[in-house]
């Protein structure tokens, strides 16, 4: 952990939620302060250049998500980058894929309930044996064969090393950095060569208990979000891959501000 993140736990000007993002944000290239500081007022640049604030548009009506399944004409494109973005083993699954082909693939997921999803999709949940939650978002159609993808979720937790709410010791700091070094940094290393060193940062919730920061690789029909909650169990990552419009609209809903666009 670099000084200046020792000095911002310690003064904890933001609160736990400010802790949290100084303790996370190190490991995303040295950027201590950008979240703290934008998230108070001090405005962000945007990926296309020039300043902008904080992203506050809500979701529109949650019904209408059909036109984010890749029709004919774009489909190519979406299976193409759906086989390259998609982790082992699941890099047979693309977006857009119907719902009866995913069943055949996959005879083992089972039907997921989640009432807080505002588009009301149909969900499935796979459960890797290495602990890996996979859950997959479908837009509702007449029939399996027109039931389309539209999101998947690989969310896994890597277990912290003391409580982010724990005052700072000498011994505390030095385990938070050893975690960062073991357990964070690989992670970190293995989407840099899966997705490359260029993206798009976003602190999320602004001062929300538990603030999220996004990290966004763009393609041409599809987008990559890897997630990052910091809670006293440890380190939530969620990887979403979901067509570019819903990740605009997720950045939009869970109110975004851009940091930076280089995280390796």
């Not at 966004?216 to 997630?227: D, P, Q, Y």
Request: glycine share 10%; hydrophobic share 40%.
């Amino acid at each position: 952990m670099t000084a200046d993140a020792q000095r911002s736990w310690r003064g904890g000007t933001t609160g736990s939620g400010g802790r949290r993002a100084a303790l996370l944000l190190p490991a995303l290239a040295g950027v201590v302060f950008a979240v703290t500081c934008r998230s108070s007022g001090g405005g962000g640049k945007s990926a296309g250049g020039g300043d902008a604030g904080p992203v506050t548009a809500r979701l529109a009506e949650p019904a209408d998500a059909s036109g984010d399944a890749p029709q004919a004409a774009g489909e190519g494109v979406a299976r193409e980058e759906s086989a390259r973005y998609f982790p082992e083993p699941y890099d047979n699954v693309w977006i857009g894929e119907p719902l009866a082909e995913f069943r055949e693939d996959y005879p083992d997921a089972t039907p997921y309930s989640s009432p807080a999803d505002p588009e009301r999709l149909e969900w499935q949940e796979l459960k890797a044996p290495t602990g890996l939650l996979v859950r997959l978002g479908f837009v509702p159609g007449p029939t399996p064969e027109t039931t389309r993808l539209r999101s998947v979720q690989f969310m896994s937790l890597l277990p912290a090393p003391a409580s982010p709410e724990a005052p700072p010791t000498a011994h505390s700091i030095a385990a938070w950095s050893a975690w960062m070094t073991q357990a964070y940094q690989p992670l970190m290393e293995g989407l840099k060569r899966k997705y490359g060193e260029k993206a798009d940062v976003y602190s999320c919730g602004g001062g929300a208990e538990h603030p999220i920061v996004r990290v966004v690789w763009r393609g041409k029909a599809i987008a990559v979000t890897e997630a990052f909650m910091l809670h006293d169990k440890g380190l939530s990552s969620t990887l979403m891959i979901t067509p570019l419009s819903v990740v605009e609209r997720y950045l939009q809903a869970t109110q975004c501000r851009w940091v930076q666009d280089r995280v390796m």
